[in-house]
């Protein structure tokens, strides 16, 4: 080797220790990439509030002073009252949000009556009774169930749940809620049982170990020492999966039966409906005959909505993850 | 410390005998245990009630006519009809999330693994990507349209007959909304890097970005492949940003091309919105087309999907063994 660490190099100690000036240039400039990279993130945030704020805005913008073309299309007055009447229509500038509104909650809470049960079940299984080879090949099935594209999904709800389970069970005809719900359920068991299952794991084996040593069978150890221990993580895998049935489009908009893009309120599961998610999908689409500016832009006021609910749920679901990091 | 005394009054004696007698096993325990194996079952039945069912709806088309259906474009006639444009459009969408999301993925994992100091601005960052991931699909398509979809309005002049809902509008919607699981997955796998390897690197002179590439990202990329592969089946299974894009449904143009650049600034279509408008299709004769489609488009995700997990476990038990 030629180099030596003699301080008799040309620009004296100093020189030597601040290394290949290229070396260092080739550093700066990966570092500013990276740092570029990790804020695009923050860039995609500001542009998708950015744009549900400004097109949201423009929306209110344009119930509260109509354009000339949008009363010549309307049958009646434009104002703030069209978002409260008994119908999602944005064709007949009937906004009522809380036709969305309640047709969220509804397969919301049908998504989780199905998820939650079945979902804990599994994850509770997985990580207290299963042994490691059988976990080794259940696992990767359940993970294939969450692979499943949710059009697939609205597909089976549409043309098998429907058919089979409500209108055979239930006195529905065709499409109804109720089938959107089951399907957006089952989409997310999975999410259920993995969230659930890490939290379970998580706790320390000793407190398993205290418990059977104090003679406690494997069912009290589960239900009174383990899935105490691990409550923040299951509470926010519901949350978590709260927020994924409301964000959920493909099955509602497949199932539910919404006609073109309008949805009489109603609080029936087993009724045709919308949601807010199949609402911005439908306006979108285009299978309105007319779409007026305001009735599209009634997608961006259901998407602000919608966003801001997902938003609060995902904020809370974090604080509980964190209380489980923190915790052991 | 006091001594405890155990409580042994004849009930409590009574039950722990009838315990003991009644050989370890409880009625209770052994149901709570079958109902909990029901759960994972009932999961899993439905999920092969879904794959039986589509694939016995595709057979006629697929077992009749597989090259028609491949090569043809959507048609007014179901059987005719293929899915030629929906496979070109999760082509490109595939190529956008490559080439844009993984390397952002990835050098913003780098940074907030490897760079980041713990300050405001950091955690800023952390709490934004985790809140990204959670935000619903459909929403991602809001930005699509607010701003690429309005951006690429001129790009193309005259080549595209649309409005801007072009393939580049949709491939880059999808690869924004594939990001924030791409950087979580992969800073996990960063994460995992035991120091000791970054130490031993130092410890010889290299620099930190010697370190990361020669170091940290060998060490960490099964990890990253994984995360990788995963968003990117997630990114073509996606059909509800793509309809707020403005992806065709119905009838496209019958153009021809594939793999040609100029798809890029033409209106698309894509596997899971001919899906939809299959679906969407009055008439029970469309149903073995939507299944066949359904079938290629699961043939695709969960081929991903399955690399994915294999990959894992293969690396998973390497290193613990």
Redesign the interface.
């Known amino acids: 080797m030629t180099t030596s660490l003699s301080t008799d190099h040309p620009g004296g100690p100093e020189a030597l220790l601040a290394g290949n000036p290229r070396r260092r240039a080739r550093e700066k400039a990966v570092h500013t990439i990276v740092t570029l990279a990790a804020f695009t993130s923050v860039l995609i945030t500001v542009g998708i509030v950015g744009s549900l704020v400004f097109r949201a805005g423009e929306f209110l913008v344009g119930l509260a002073n109509p354009s000339d073309a949008d009363i010549a299309e309307a049958r009646g007055p434009i104002g703030f009252s069209n978002l409260w009447s008994d119908q999602w229509a944005p064709r007949f500038f009937d906004f009522d949000i809380k036709t969305l509104l309640v047709g969220s909650l509804i397969v919301t809470v049908i998504a989780m009556a199905v998820a939650t049960p079945l979902g804990l079940g599994a994850a509770v299984y997985l990580s207290e009774y299963a042994d490691s080879r059988v976990r080794k090949i259940l696992k990767p099935i359940l993970e294939v169930l969450a692979g499943i594209p949710s059009v697939v999904l609205g597909f089976f709800a549409l043309r098998w749940i429907s058919p089979n389970l409500v209108q055979r069970f239930f006195d529905s005809e065709g499409q109804s809620l109720l089938a959107a719900g089951l399907g957006v359920g089952l989409l997310t068991i999975p999410l259920v049982a993995s969230i659930s299952e890490d939290a379970m794991r998580s706790v320390p084996g000793s407190l398993r170990e205290a418990s059977a040593g104090l003679g406690a069978r494997k069912k009290t150890t589960t239900l009174s020492v383990v899935m105490p221990a691990a409550v923040s993580g299951l509470v926010a895998a519901l949350i978590v999966a709260t927020s994924r049935a409301i964000g959920e489009t493909m099955v509602v908009f497949l199932a539910a039966g919404a006609s073109g893009n309008s949805a009489l309120f109603t609080v029936s599961p087993l009724e045709r409906g919308s949601t807010m998610t199949a609402a911005m999908a439908s306006q979108a689409s285009g299978t309105d005959g007319t779409i007026t500016e305001l009735g599209f832009g009634s997608l961006f006021f259901v998407g602000f909505v919608l966003f801001v609910i997902t938003l609060v749920l995902n904020l809370l679901a974090d604080r509980f993850v964190r209380r489980v990091r923190h915790g052991y | 410390m006091a001594i405890v005394q155990p409580i042994l009054d004849d009930k409590t004696g009574k039950r722990v005998e009838a315990q003991i007698a009644s050989g370890g096993v409880?009625l209770?325990?052994l149901i709570?245990?079958w109902?909990?194996?029901?759960?994972?079952l009932?999961?899993?039945l439905?999920?092969g009630?879904?794959i039986y069912?589509?694939f016995t709806?595709s057979w006629s088309v697929l077992s009749s006519r597989l090259g028609t259906f491949l090569a043809n474009p959507t048609r007014t006639a179901a059987d005719e009809s293929g899915i030629f444009q929906g496979l070109r459009g999760t082509f490109w969408i595939g190529v956008f999330v490559i080439v844009f999301t993984f390397?952002?993925?990835i050098?913003?994992a780098?940074?907030?693994e490897?760079?980041?100091r713990d300050n405001a601005f950091t955690r800023?960052?952390n709490?934004?990507?985790?809140?990204?991931a959670?935000?619903?699909?459909?929403?991602?398509?809001?930005?699509g349209?607010?701003?690429f979809v309005t951006l690429l309005k001129g790009v193309y002049g005259d080549v595209a007959l649309s409005r801007g809902n072009t393939t580049t509008a949709g491939g880059l919607t999808l690869a924004?909304l594939a990001?924030?699981v791409v950087?979580i997955t992969a800073s996990e796998a960063i994460r995992a890097v035991p120091d000791s390897l970054r130490e031993a690197a130092y410890g010889v002179g290299a620099?930190?970005?010697e370190v990361i590439k020669s170091h940290v990202l060998p060490y960490a990329a099964p990890g990253i492949l994984t995360g990788t592969l995963?968003s990117l089946?997630?990114a073509?299974?996606?059909?509800?940003p793509l309809?707020?894009v403005?992806a065709v449904?119905g009838k496209l143009g019958p153009r021809t091309g594939f793999f040609g650049l100029d798809q890029l600034g033409e209106k698309f279509t894509a596997m899971?919105i001919v899906?939809?408008d299959f679906?969407?299709q009055p008439g029970d004769s469309w149903?073995p087309v939507?299944?066949a489609a359904?079938v290629v488009?699961?043939l695709v995700?969960?081929g991903f999907?399955?690399v994915a997990?294999i990959l894992r476990?293969r690396f998973e038990a390497k290193r613990e063994g």
């Open positions: 409880s209770s325990n709570f245990k109902a909990l194996l029901g759960c994972l009932f999961s899993l439905v999920l009630v879904l069912d589509v709806d390397p952002v993925g050098a913003a780098i940074y907030l490897e760079y980041a800023l960052i709490v934004n990507i985790r809140n990204l959670g935000v619903p699909s459909v929403v991602y398509g809001i930005l349209l607010t701003v924004i990001l924030p950087i620099t930190k970005w995963l089946a997630r073509l299974g996606e059909a509800a309809i707020l403005g449904q899971p899906i939809t679906a969407k149903q939507t299944a359904i488009l699961l995700v969960l999907n399955a997990v476990n």
